[in-house]
T-cell receptor, first 119, second 111 residues
Framework: DARVTQTPRHKVTEMGQEVTMRCQPI?????VFWYRQTMMQGLELLAY????????DSGMPKDRFSAEMPDATLATLKIQPSEPRDSAVYFC?????????????????FGPGTRLTVL | EDKVVQSPLSLVVHEGDTVTLNCSYE??????LLWYKQEKKAPTFLFML????IEKKSGRLSSILDKKELFSILNITATQTGDSAVYLC???????????FGTGTRLLVSP
């Protein structure tokens, strides 16, 4: 049963600490998305990768957030230094996306999320 | 700025009722509209709509899109307690699944 996995599932840290969240996409998927979900803002796209290359990280605060995909089985999202306003659930999703002209829809599969609390 | 607005924000109904959830959007380049259901954890996909007036149906759930008026509705008939969840609407404005989400409608179905 293929699924997206994320670690850790929960993280409590103090302001100023570095936080690293990891995601293992479904094998064979070519696109990985990072989302943040809060009560106030809902689900927001932070960054996404196609074939491990970053395509768009315009949703991400650049000064403290960074996203990488060191290999096809691992995507990471880092926050350094963390702040209380970063407290949220961070979701990773993966999908097999082909160009719009090829037709059809390729579903994004979401991981279980990392619940981050920054004190 | 692209925007997706859902209403109502929350809703409480009794089992057996029919509910209609609304999603309106303003995006620069519409490709498709998607509905997700989020229970305690991750969102799960329900429907994708690209053409106006064509109803998508799955069991007691159905959805339709109006591209002229820029909205979609999600209907749930004969609601059950298991339908309690947050329903999210999202618009793909690139064709590559770069999704803009609404804040969701929280549905509670009471026994």
């Amino acid at each position: 049963d293929a699924r997206v996995t994320q670690t850790p599932r929960h993280k409590v840290t103090e302001m100023g600490q570095e936080v690293t969240m990891r995601c293992q996409p479904i094998l064979g998927h070519n696109t990985v998305f990072w989302y943040r979900q809060t009560m106030m803002q809902g689900l927001e796209l932070l960054a996404y990768f196609r074939n491990r290359a970053p395509l768009d990280d315009s949703g991400m605060p650049k000064d403290r957030f960074s996203a990488e995909m060191p290999d096809a089985t691992l995507a990471t999202l880092k926050i350094q230094p963390s702040e209380p306003r970063d407290s949220a659930v961070y979701f990773c999703a993966s999908g097999l996306v082909s160009p719009p002209t090829s037709g059809g829809y390729n579903e994004q599969f979401f991981g279980p999320g990392t619940r981050l609390t920054v004190l | 700025e692209d925007k997706v607005v859902q209403s109502p924000l929350s809703l409480v109904v009794h089992e057996g009722d029919t509910v209609t959830l609304n999603c309106s959007y303003e995006v620069t380049n519409f490709r498709s509209l998607l509905w997700y259901k989020q229970e305690k954890k991750a969102p799960t996909f329900l429907f994708m709509l690209t053409s106006s007036g064509i109803e998508k149906k799955s069991g007691r759930l159905s959805s339709i899109l109006d591209k002229k008026e820029l909205f979609s509705i999600l209907n749930i008939t004969a609601t059950q307690t298991g339908d309690s969840a947050v329903y999210l609407c999202a618009v793909d404005n690139t064709g590559f699944q770069k999704l803009v989400f609404g804040t969701g409608t929280r549905l509670l179905v009471s026994p």
